[in-house]
């Protein structure tokens, strides 16, 4: 199965997963009691769209906890990360997905949580295609976390040697560590 094929598949089995509201709190309760959530300053994640694991409570539990909000912004097409303050500092972008308006660069990045249609066992993600999440891992030295549901993982993702693995996987089920980091 090609790369296409594997992202439809994908994302046709995670619309269909049931309990999601009970599966995004035990992500976000355990999230709360890692060590490498507990020690980081900032932490850079995504904006939930369509089936992905709800960030929105993420998000605010970031911010009551006092640590740097940094959300991803594409320019050029390239993705960078941007501090901002709260989801109102956010407005859709053409596809529809919140985004900052503008925002400065920020390469200090403690923890970075990604998005993913399937997880391996090797720590590689199935994306959407654009390279996005691979070309900010090769410039900015950060913890690299997935976060989806259980059903996600398989057992092997064909990967390019410009694929850079992530350091842990969060799900619903629990937490799996990688690599050395």
Do not use: W
Not at 48 to 58: H, L, P
Not at 82 to 95: Q, R, S, T, Y
Not at 122 to 140: N, P, S, T
């Amino acid at each position: 199965m090609d790369k296409g094929e594997l992202r439809k598949k994908y994302s046709k089995l995670r619309e269909g997963i049931k309990n999601r509201d009970e599966k995004d709190k035990k992500i976000r309760e355990s999230l709360k009691n890692l060590e490498i959530y507990k020690n980081a300053k900032s932490v850079f994640i995504f904006i939930s769209y369509k089936s992905e694991v709800d960030t929105k409570e993420i998000i605010n539990m970031i911010l009551k906890d006092g640590k740097k909000l940094l959300v991803p912004l594409v320019k050029n097409r390239e993705m960078i990360a941007v501090e901002v303050k709260g989801i109102d500092d956010l407005e859709p972008n053409k596809m529809g997905i919140l985004e900052p308006k503008e925002g400065k660069e920020v390469v200090d990045v403690d923890l970075t949580i990604t998005p993913g249609l399937a997880f391996d066992k090797d720590g590689y993600r199935l994306g959407y295609g654009g390279g996005f999440y691979d070309k900010f891992f090769a410039k900015v030295e950060t913890i690299r976390m997935g976060i989806g549901y259980s059903e996600q993982i398989l057992g092997k993702l064909a990967h390019e040697e410009y694929d850079i693995p992530l350091n842990y996987l969060l799900t619903d089920e629990g937490f799996i560590r990688f690599g050395a980091k």
